[in-house]
């Protein structure tokens, strides 16, 4: 682990720079020139494309159906097989903040369910970034596919639908409840429980439903008889039991167990877990699988299908325990596992087909900072690609009866979209391609540049660069890196998979638009490049080991022969507000000027400040505090914008409290705020992330441009 000072005096180390895309020499004129002014498009048109997610097909039929979120205003469209021309089922017409996630059909296809807004804070409050008197809530609610107004089932959020009857249970504080899908909703809870019961799944013919207990320090599977209104408890033990699911006969089910202990992620480095496989009607269970190592099998979290049965009764599974996220298919029979996406790549989304003989993924294979979607047989065999070229795919889906995949795809110019492809990989075309508003500047975006930087250790750094159109050699323009979040996040050669950092690329863009060369960096911790580069040593509060990939980033641009050098800042949110303020703490005369939204600024007050405990405790402690920003402050002198929602549920509000109140003390920085009442960490309104931008970009034009 390499301490402050170390990393201080990488500022002034020679730093090696290459790039694995070759510049375009006629780019750059020998003679300097002033640097022209670039007046861009408005921000409003570059963020005005409605956001795709929560893509999900029925049990059986032509359907899909997805959630857009257009301009704030979010609703469920579908779209029926073959021709999938796209439909609007819900009207909600206001930028009020409520999300709509964990959308899914009901046993026949006819009923769309789906949840408004988010999970409450600590304090038991509902997201109201609206502010509203009422007050708001999370709750359940559904829609007929044909069309009609939607209804409210209840308050509570993980609908499942039974896969036999017209009804669905849900969660609300840790409890199971049931409620009718004919229309006029009758909930009831489902049974009482110890604990809190979670990850609720229905066997095939919806008599049972198994889901997970957890009570603190341990969790049990129960499986709950509908008819006789019974709990059987499978094979309780002291460890932890999750995310169960029943075999394609219902005979079986299958789970995760991890260690039981206090305090402690379920999943998470240090750790083992096994595969357990129960009999269904008396509740035995057998391990079938073990983990090798102390890995903890995944990155943060858990896919959205962590465990699958397929075809010839094998359980699929993702695991990182070979140093790359890959699926693997296990023989329960034999404990026998092949991986079935071997190779120095990562995958992300999956899906089985109709007949759960084929894995439909997508993964950075053979194109590190994009995504494709592949399929490959479960039981072994080489993946084909269904989706090449210079495009991103994500979320497969496959409906029951049209020999098609649909899934979300973008490519540099293209903002996220749903599409539809063929099985075997052809006839791809896009589904509701008319939605892009005419005012999106399509044509004006520029193509990120992948460049690698070799940081001040030597490790290698991707990142992408947005030169502005008509870049020339001696320009003098302004630049700034933007720093993704996470860390646990990697940004693309294209319009990125998730809403957030969906936003960030169209800023980004913006920013290009307006003359600033851009550079996006993949700094280690983040995923897309292995096992070993996510666990990078002395990373965040072990001691900021990421933050010389941001000095090498800083480096590069004043290298750069259209760029001012001493005119480059930073941006970014969450872990890239935490790098930008400690750039700016560590390193003003490098980084000119700064926007952090919602950063960690004390790792040691985010670890709760224990103090006073063993020695090896207070070590931990004080090095969080020397990998932190607030550090630093007799170095910073660079002006900083902080915005902040006072909501978040991510980083305590109190992060940018004590910062900004540490930094008037000091008196010596000019600093800005931008705070939302209500605002949580991933804005919920559309109206706040252009406030937010054009907050940010006026703020680098006054610091950076004049």
Known sequence: ????????????????????FLLQASGFATQ???????????????LSSPFPSS?????????????????????IWVAK?????????THFDQDDGLEITEVSFNYDGSVIVFVRNQEANRSGEYPNPTSDPQGSEQSVWAVKVEGGEPWRIGEGNGP???????????????????ASLDGAPKLQMLFRARGNSGSPSFSPDGTKLAFSSSRTDHAFIGIYDMKRKSILWVSPSVDRDMYPVFSPDGKQAAFFRFPGASGAAAYSEGQSLAIMVADAATGQAREVWRLPNETGGFAQSYPANPLMWAAGGRLLFYSEHEGWMHMYSLNPADGKA?????????????????????????????DVDRRHLWAVPVAGGTPKILTPGKGLEWSPAVPSSSGAVVYLCSTHQQPAAPAVIGLQGSGRRPIAPDLVPASFPLKDLVEPQPVIIKSLDGLEIHNQLFLPKGAKAGDKRPAVIFMHGGPIRQMMLGWQMRYYYHNAYGFNQYLASKG?????????????YGRAFRMAAGRGAQGASEYQDIVAAGKYLQNRPEVDPNKIGLWGGSYGGY????????????????????????????????AGGGTQENEAMRVAFDSSPVADLSFWSSPVLFIHGDDDRNVDFNQTTDLVQRLRKIGRVHLELLIFPDEVHDFLRHENWLKAYRAAADFFDRFLKK
């Open 55 to 75: 893509l999900t097909v029925p049990p059986k039929g032509d359907l899909v159906a997805w959630t857009f979120d257009h301009q704030g205003k979010r609703n």
């Open 1 to 20: 682990m390499k301490n402050k000072s170390v990393i201080r005096s990488f500022v002034r180390t020679t730093v090696f720079v290459f790039a694995v």
């Open 81 to 89: 097989g073959p021709d999938f021309q796209a439909r609007e089922i």
């Open 160 to 178: 499942v639908a039974s896969p036999a009857e017209n009804t669905v249970v849900y969660l609300l504080r840790g409890k199971i409840f049931v």
């Open 32 to 46: 300097a020139r002033p640097q022209a002014q670039t007046q861009g498009f408005a921000l409003e048109s570059v």
């Open 338 to 366: 092949v991986c079935l996406t071997p190779g120095e790549f990562e995958i992300e989304d999956s899906c089985l087909t109709p007949d759960l003989g084929t894995l439909i993924f997508n993964s950075n294979q053979g």
């Open 579 to 610: 790098l930008t303020a400690l750039g700016l703490a560590r390193d003003s005369q490098l980084f000119a000027a700064g926007v952090d939204l919602h950063g960690v600024h004390d790792w040691s007050a985010r670890m709760g400040g224990r």
């Open 516 to 528: 600033y060369v851009v550079l996006s960096v993949n700094f280690r911790a983040g995923i897309g």
